[in-house]
Structure formats: C-alpha cells, structure tokens
Nanobody, 123 residues
C-alpha cells in the first residue's frame, strides 16, 4: 500500500495551491490522514490531520485559517487546500496515514508516508 502526494509547484505569495494524495494498492478509508512538511534545514513538522470520518480536523497554529484539509475516499484519501501562501510555507509536503483514531501531531505515529511534493512560495 502506497501514498503519493502531488500538486506542488511555484506560487506567488498570497496565492493558492491544492495538494492531493493518491493511494495505490489499498484503501485508507479507515485511517486518519495527515499532512506534514519539511523546509530546508528544518525538521519535519505537522501541518494538519483529518479523521477517517472526515468530521474532525486539526491544524498547526501556523496554517490555521489558511489551509483546509479534506478527504474524498472515492477519489483520493486526502487533500490540502492552501490559501494566502507565505514564503515561510515553502517546504516539501508529505501525506501520511495513521490508524490512531484521533490522529496525532507526532510524525512517529504515522505508519504510511507518501513521497513528498515541493511547494515553493516566491515572487
């Protein structure tokens, strides 16, 4: 079972971008899905997670109010809509899955990881 993130690219400050995470070889419909990011020279950090039912979400303070996590298991396990992007949002973004019912902000709690997609916010 694999995850693959996509949708990254170059965007100007204030712009928007939507990341997708596709699953292959299985389904993640009963997993909590999360997004993490890692900027150059920094540790991987939590961005957002969404429960398997889709009715519970959590965001890091740095993206709250700007990013929206959602899921549509008929298509892709998880999406991340990023609005009002800032240069400090520049990072490689990773999708991940955990079987912890209420999710986690700790990367070690996630069992499956996709290859990252690079988001660059620059004018």
């Amino acid at each position: 079972v694999q995850l693959q993130a996509s949708g990254g690219g170059l965007v100007q400050p204030g712009g928007s971008l939507t990341l997708s995470c596709a699953a292959s070889g299985g389904t993640f419909s009963h997993y909590t899905m999360g997004w993490f990011r890692q900027a150059p020279g920094k540790e991987r950090e939590f961005v957002a997670h969404i429960s398997w039912s889709g009715d519970s979400t959590r965001y890091s303070d740095s993206v709250k109010g700007r990013f929206i996590i959602s899921r549509d298991d008929a298509k892709n396990p998880v999406y991340l809509r990023m609005n009002s992007l800032k240069p400090e949002d520049t990072a490689v973004y990773y999708c991940a899955a955990t079987n912890q019912l209420y999710g986690s902000t700790w990367s070690g709690a996630y069992d499956y990881w996709g290859q990252g997609t690079l988001v660059t916010v620059s004018s």
